[in-house]
């Protein structure tokens, strides 16, 4: 990471007011009136669009292995992705997946 | 309505976020490793989970720092991961609309996905509740949750420094989002948009960093609505 200590701030900040302001909006500002519905359908995507596609390649390519595909962090990835659906629950695919992690690393003598 | 009502809705609102604990504290935790891990100061790491209080959004935000985004793609990927909290506030309007101006800018800065949903459903349990009381309870809920996240993200931040490389902890962040991503997973057009975002992601991994996964987003988010459509009218 290489941003200055103010950069830091200022992405703190602008986060801290930016993700203030979304929680506000129709709560404190907007009022009732509906939103279209076809920005609500999109709206709702919005986290599942996000997120795996920050995952795969932090799981494909880990930082720690200099971009090498690693089987036990790949491993673990997909066993938190399978438990945590399975369950409803994301607290399970956590423990699962650190629980395959690190019985990977063991196995393999990395840990 | 008198003030004992109040209290007694806010109390129950307490007791009824209790359970949410175990969920907040393991994840502030990481939240606390993870960011000393990858560099910040106790008092920057302490800003984040005071500040914004997201947890998904402050995951994606350290994750785009760590690979050196432009500070724009930073904002505009951790503001994407809050936006179903424009939802959220809107979804309370019916039932927060009328309460004082100070309690909704208190519920809007306490709105996290565990306050809202728990909120929802005692309002929908409870329809006699007033505005008012509606406030009280939803402040309830969060009165726990919030000082434990911020607690425990210090708590993180003071171990994380002291554990060696070798425990893998820069994987936290992708199993904490992951962990993430399987309960969201709740129909074919959610999995469309998940598959989407990653083949997107990966497909432009030689942009440069957080680019790729902006247009990942965009175009997740598309085939996700396009999937729904379909589907609504099959």
Redesign the interface.
């Known amino acids: 990471?290489?941003?200055s200590?103010a950069?830091?701030?200022?992405?703190?900040?602008?986060?801290?007011v930016?993700?203030?302001l979304?929680?506000?909006?129709?709560?404190?500002l907007?009022?009732?009136r509906?939103?279209p519905p076809?920005v609500?359908?999109?709206?709702?995507?919005?986290?599942?669009?996000?997120?795996?596609?920050?995952?795969?390649?932090?799981?494909?390519?880990?930082?720690?292995t200099g971009g090498e595909t690693e089987p036990v962090?790949l491993a673990?990835?997909l066993v938190?992705?399978?438990?945590?659906?399975?369950?409803?629950?994301?607290?399970w695919?956590?423990l699962a997946?650190?629980a395959v992690?690190?019985a990977g690393?063991i196995a393999t003598g990395?840990? | 309505m008198t003030a004992s009502t109040a209290k007694s809705v806010y109390r129950k609102g307490v007791r009824d976020g209790a359970p949410f604990l175990l969920m907040a504290l393991p994840f502030a935790t990481f939240f606390g490793v993870a960011a000393s891990e990858a560099g910040l100061q106790l008092a920057q790491i302490i800003g984040f989970s005071l500040l914004v209080i997201a947890g998904a959004a402050q995951f994606a935000a350290l994750q785009m720092m760590i690979d050196n985004a432009a500070i724009a793609l930073v904002l505009l990927a951790a503001l994407a991961v809050n936006l179903r909290m424009a939802m959220y506030s809107a979804a309370l309007v019916p039932h927060l609309g009328a309460a004082p101006f100070w309690q909704r800018a208190l519920v809007a800065y306490i709105n996290f996905d565990q306050s809202y949903m728990q909120s929802m459903i005692e309002y929908e349990e409870r329809p006699e509740l007033t505005p008012t009381q509606k406030g009280w309870y939803f402040m309830g809920v969060a009165s726990l949750i919030a000082p434990t996240w911020v607690i425990a993200t210090i708590a993180g931040a003071l171990v994380g420094q002291s554990i060696p490389p070798e425990y893998a902890l820069d994987f936290v962040v992708p199993i904490m989002f992951m962990a993430m991503v399987g309960p969201m997973l709740k129909s074919l057009a959610h999995v469309a948009a998940a598959f989407t975002s990653c083949a997107v992601a990966l497909a432009l991994l030689g942009l440069p960093s957080g680019m790729g996964l902006i247009i990942a987003a965009f175009c997740a988010m598309a085939v996700g609505a396009a999937v729904e459509t379909w589907m609504e009218r099959a």
């Open positions: 990471m290489n941003y200590s950069e830091i701030w200022l992405i703190i900040a602008l986060l801290a930016g993700t203030y979304i929680r506000f909006s129709f709560l404190g907007i009022g009732d509906p939103m076809l609500l359908k999109l709206l709702r995507f919005t986290p599942v669009a996000v997120l795996p596609g920050m995952v795969a390649p932090l799981a494909l390519f880990p930082d720690a962090r673990s990835i938190v992705l399978a438990v945590s659906w399975w369950r409803k629950n994301a607290l695919g956590i997946g650190i992690l690190y690393l990395q840990l």
